[in-house]
């Protein structure tokens, strides 16, 4: 039988190192999995709680899914863009449905960063303007182009920058000057907006593109009126709005669809991925139909529109809707919450617990401070991949734990997960 250590010296002979696994010198090497579970190659079982970052949304090789994927893979493949399959009709026609507002029309890719792509090419071809602000702390992928809109030091790699993206100051209430309140935290970024596009743009823009909670940033949740507050600046200055939805759409922060809704206002384009497809590579930009149809001239995806990929993300969506799974992120993630808040009261080593639905982050400091700590953090989640529970990282200083489970998560797996949670933050602190 091959060992897992074998697996790992041949991995360093034949992958790029960028993209390091976690768990350092005991990273996971995935076997097989099954609904909320994950085995690996030594046979060691572990609930996962982070689900391939945000993405297996309703469950490893879930049944009623994986039946679709393989009829549809039995019966037409792929085509390419040059011509229309019915799966691709009946995906957008869904996606329309549920999308607030008068979002319309759909273009799509294999992943987020390309959804991005597409949603910045559409918006600048629109206005006729090529400037696009971004918020710090924001990630929006791989791309020279997404890394540029991306605002996270180490995720912005080979020292190309788009000339055409600034970034404004970001609601970080937990990181916001001593003594702030949330209220003045919003005043700061509206200031730190309009000083941006009065100093730093010619005083119009194509757009604004923000997650309506920064994913990679560590789940930082805006004051509930940033985004009404910011808003109207944007319009004046003639830009349209990109709500990011790659790690919060389709039901992940409770009780509705989109993360944007939570928020009170409506955006021009959309972008999705990961959980979207529960781990088919998708991409999936929607927008108005008149910034839809500016976007005139000759644009395909190969591989976009790929008639499983296409079966297998409606049949997600479809399964979401018949298990209601955007109530049971609420109420999940209303449980979840609970627990975490008081985690922060026992253990001085989380500055913040935070989070909406199913997307609830711990950062950790050094204790009783907000000095972040990120090797304490790498302790925690390996404390609790030892006792067989996967969670995630992020945030700029490397100390936000994630929690982000399965969306039709049980409430019996949330309890395991809190007692290992609760054993691992005893263990490190
Ligand atoms: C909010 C957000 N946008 C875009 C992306 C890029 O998506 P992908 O990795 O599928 O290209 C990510 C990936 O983590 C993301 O979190």
Same mark, same amino acid.
């Given at each position: 039988?091959?060992?897992?250590?074998? #697996?790992?010296?041949?991995?360093?002979?034949?992958?790029?190192?960028?993209?390091?696994?976690? &768990?350092?010198?005991?990273?996971?090497?995935?076997?097989?999995?099954?609904?909320?579970?994950?085995?690996?190659?030594? $046979?060691?079982?572990?609930?996962?709680?982070?689900?391939?970052?945000?993405?297996?949304?309703? $469950? &490893?090789?879930?049944?009623?899914?994986?039946?679709?994927?393989?009829?549809?893979?039995?019966?037409?493949?792929?085509?390419?863009? #040059?011509?229309?399959?019915?799966?691709?009709?009946?995906?957008?026609?869904?996606?329309?449905?549920?999308?607030?507002?008068?979002?319309?029309?759909?273009?799509?890719?294999?992943?987020?960063?390309?959804?991005?792509?597409?949603?910045?090419?559409?918006?600048?071809?629109?206005?006729?303007?090529?400037?696009?602000?971004?918020?710090?702390?924001?990630?929006?992928?791989?791309?020279?182009?997404?890394?540029?809109?991306?605002?996270?030091?180490?995720?912005?790699?080979?020292?190309?920058?788009?000339?055409?993206?600034?970034?404004?100051?970001?609601?970080?209430?937990?990181?916001?000057?001593?003594?702030?309140?949330?209220?003045?935290?919003?005043?700061?970024?509206?200031?730190?907006?309009?000083?941006?596009?009065?100093?730093?743009?010619?005083?119009?823009?194509?757009?604004?593109?923000?997650?309506? #909670?920064?994913?990679?940033?560590?789940?930082?949740?805006?004051?509930?009126?940033?985004?009404?507050?910011?808003?109207?600046?944007?319009?004046?200055?003639?830009?349209?709005? #990109?709500?990011?939805?790659?790690?919060?759409?389709?039901?992940?922060?409770?009780?509705?669809?989109?993360?944007?809704?939570?928020?009170?206002?409506?955006?021009?384009?959309?972008?999705?991925?990961?959980?979207?497809?529960?781990?088919?590579?998708?991409?999936?930009?929607?927008?108005?139909?008149?910034?839809?149809?500016?976007?005139? $001239?000759?644009?395909?995806?190969?591989?976009?529109?790929?008639?499983?990929?296409?079966?297998?993300?409606?049949?997600?969506?479809?399964?979401?809707?018949? &298990?209601?799974?955007?109530?049971?992120?609420?109420?999940?993630?209303?449980?979840?919450?609970?627990?975490?808040?008081?985690?922060?009261?026992?253990?001085?080593?989380?500055?913040?617990?935070?989070?909406?639905?199913?997307?609830?982050?711990?950062?950790?400091?050094?204790?009783?401070?907000?000095?972040?700590?990120?090797?304490?953090?790498?302790?925690?989640?390996?404390?609790?991949?030892?006792?067989?529970?996967?969670?995630?990282?992020?945030?700029?200083?490397?100390?936000?734990?994630?929690?982000?489970?399965?969306?039709?998560?049980?409430?019996?797996?949330?309890?395991?997960?809190?007692?290992?949670?609760?054993?691992?933050?005893?263990?490190?602190?």
């Amino acid at each position: 039988m091959t060992t897992s250590a074998e #697996i790992m010296e041949r991995y360093r002979q034949v992958m790029f190192p960028a993209a390091a696994p976690y &768990h350092g010198d005991a990273p996971l090497i995935a076997d097989r999995a099954k609904d909320q579970y994950i085995w690996d190659v030594d $046979g060691k079982r572990y609930l996962d709680f982070f689900g391939g970052i945000l993405t297996v949304s309703v $469950g &490893h090789c879930n049944d009623e899914i994986s039946e679709r994927t393989m009829a549809q893979l039995r019966k037409l493949q792929h085509t390419s863009t #040059i011509y229309v399959n019915e799966s691709m009709v009946r995906l957008a026609e869904k996606v329309a449905e549920l999308t607030p507002g008068r979002l319309q029309k759909c273009f799509f890719t294999n992943s987020g960063t390309e959804a991005n792509e597409t949603a910045v090419l559409a918006a600048r071809m629109y206005t006729g303007n090529p400037i696009i602000i971004t918020l710090r702390h924001a990630y929006s992928g791989r791309s020279m182009l997404a890394m540029s809109l991306s605002a996270q030091g180490p995720w912005r790699l080979g020292g190309v920058v788009d000339p055409y993206v600034r970034h404004a100051r970001n609601p970080y209430t937990f990181r916001a000057p001593a003594g702030m309140s949330a209220e003045q935290v919003v005043d700061l970024c509206v200031a730190d907006l309009e000083e941006t596009i009065a100093t730093a743009t010619e005083g119009r823009i194509a757009a604004f593109m923000a997650e309506p #909670i920064q994913g990679a940033g560590g789940f930082i949740v805006p004051p509930e009126d940033y985004f009404q507050r910011i808003l109207p600046i944007v319009r004046a200055a003639g830009g349209v709005f #990109i709500s990011d939805e790659v790690q919060t759409g389709w039901g992940r922060t409770g009780g509705k669809w989109f993360g944007i809704e939570q928020w009170g206002v409506e955006p021009d384009i959309m972008t999705f991925a990961k959980g979207m497809g529960n781990g088919s590579p998708i991409g999936c930009t929607i927008a108005t139909p008149e910034i839809a149809d500016a976007v005139a $001239g000759l644009t395909f995806s190969t591989f976009g529109g790929n008639p499983v990929t296409m079966a297998t993300t409606l049949a997600t969506i479809e399964y979401m809707e018949a &298990h209601d799974t955007p109530t049971n992120c609420q109420v999940q993630g209303e449980s979840m919450a609970e627990k975490l808040a008081e985690f922060a009261a026992e253990f001085p080593i989380i500055g913040e617990a935070r989070g909406m639905g199913l997307m609830q982050a711990l950062e950790i400091v050094q204790p009783g401070g907000i000095e972040p700590d990120a090797a304490r953090t790498v302790a925690f989640v390996d404390a609790c991949k030892k006792k067989g529970l996967l969670l995630g990282k992020g945030g700029l200083y490397g100390n936000a734990v994630r929690i982000a489970p399965h969306l039709n998560v049980s409430a019996e797996d949330m309890d395991v997960a809190m007692d290992i949670i609760a054993g691992a933050l005893a263990e490190v602190s």
